[in-house]
């Protein structure tokens, strides 16, 4: 799905709880910051105690994200990130290239590669995908 009209984009942002049924809320407000830009902003709050943040600034005549930050917590700890600060002397991480993920034990250094995330398409589905498959499955209490 390509980033070019902000209603499009609105209607993916606001039916994410019709959309997953992992997601149980929803703080996400896409606010019109001029004629082609919008700032995305809020939390997706799932079941297990997890809530993804995020802030994007996203720029329809261009068809893109120009920036952005994901967090996830889980129990209100940071457990993950995922941000596209420039990191070339990492060889690790050229594959996705400027985009990566910081895990734990380390959040700050413990960088990976993170497929799947980019500047020329929604990033949500794929960010709910991988909380579904890697982070609630694991979750204390589920089975």
């Known amino acids: 799905m390509p980033i070019t009209d902000l209603h499009i984009y609105g209607k993916l942002i606001y039916s994410l709880q019709e959309r997953y049924a992992s997601v149980r809320r929803s703080t996400l407000v896409l606010a019109s910051i001029g004629s082609t830009l919008a700032k995305l902003e809020g939390q997706v709050i799932f079941e297990s105690d997890v809530v993804l ?4 600034l996203v720029d329809f ?4 994200i120009r920036n952005y930050s994901y967090e996830i ?4 700890e940071k457990i993950a990130w995922y941000d596209p600060f420039e990191h070339p002397h990492i060889a690790e991480l050229a594959s996705t290239y400027p985009h990566h993920k910081h895990i734990l034990p380390d959040l700050k250094h413990n960088r990976i ?3 799947g995330i980019s500047f ?3 990033n949500l589905p794929t960010l709910i995908e991988e909380i579904e498959r890697e982070v609630i499955p694991f979750s204390p209490g589920i089975s």
């Open 73 to 76: 917590y889980q129990a209100s």
């Open 61 to 64: 005549a261009a068809g893109q």
């Open 53 to 56: 943040d995020v802030w994007e």
């Open 120 to 122: 020329g398409q929604p």
């Open 113 to 115: 590669p993170a497929p």
